[in-house]
């Protein structure tokens, strides 16, 4: 158990739809990183957050959107939802000095399949 | 961000040691090597991580060539549970301390028999 918490475990939606992904980090952890896994892509960083902040952008669609609440827990959310959106979704987080030493502990992640 | 090559994959019998290699003639001088392997249907997990000297824990042990160029995985006994995509990955240790985002390449996929 990394002691990252992500919500829903599956999802399944129709195309056009919207749903939102969440992700409680480990007690401790200011950053928060989103993944995305499809089976021909491969695992793409999408988006990091620190504190609130968004940090470091990756290969995330305009129809995607995250956000990091005071809290500290993330969202991501997914909008008008294409076939090809379908894949794993996996948040991860680290501690805040991480830099280049920290690792990452990630979730186990959220499926989503759209119809 | 520097970038690793890695074998497609690479078979090994239970109880045997495995080597896995990583090239990165790139490498900064900032750059840590990143070791993290994702299990079938699971999220990626932290293996090992160094920066220019070898570096052992209980999963595994680091080998970093002199040159920094190249580095292995080494997996002392293989087990059935080793079985995994193993990710090798440049972070740039000076960049920002609110951490830093992974870039995946596409591993090594290991297969292990009994």
Redesign the interface.
Known sequence: DSGVTQTPKHLITATGQRVTLRCSPRSGDLSVYWYQQSLDQGLQFLIQYYNGEERAKGNILERFSAQQFPDLHSELNLSSLELGDSALYFCASSFRLAGGTGELFFGEGSRLTVL | DAKTTQPNSMESNEEEPVHLPCNHSTISG???I?W?R?LPS?????VI?GLTSNVNNRMASLAIAEDRKSSTLILHRATLRDAAVY?CIL?????????????????TTLSVSS
Request: glycine share 16%; net charge neutral.
């Open positions: 900032t750059d840590y990143h993290y994702q699971q999220g990626p997990e932290y991580h990710y972070r740039d240790g000076m960049r920002s301390q609110a951490g830093t985002a992974l870039i995946f390449g596409k591993g």
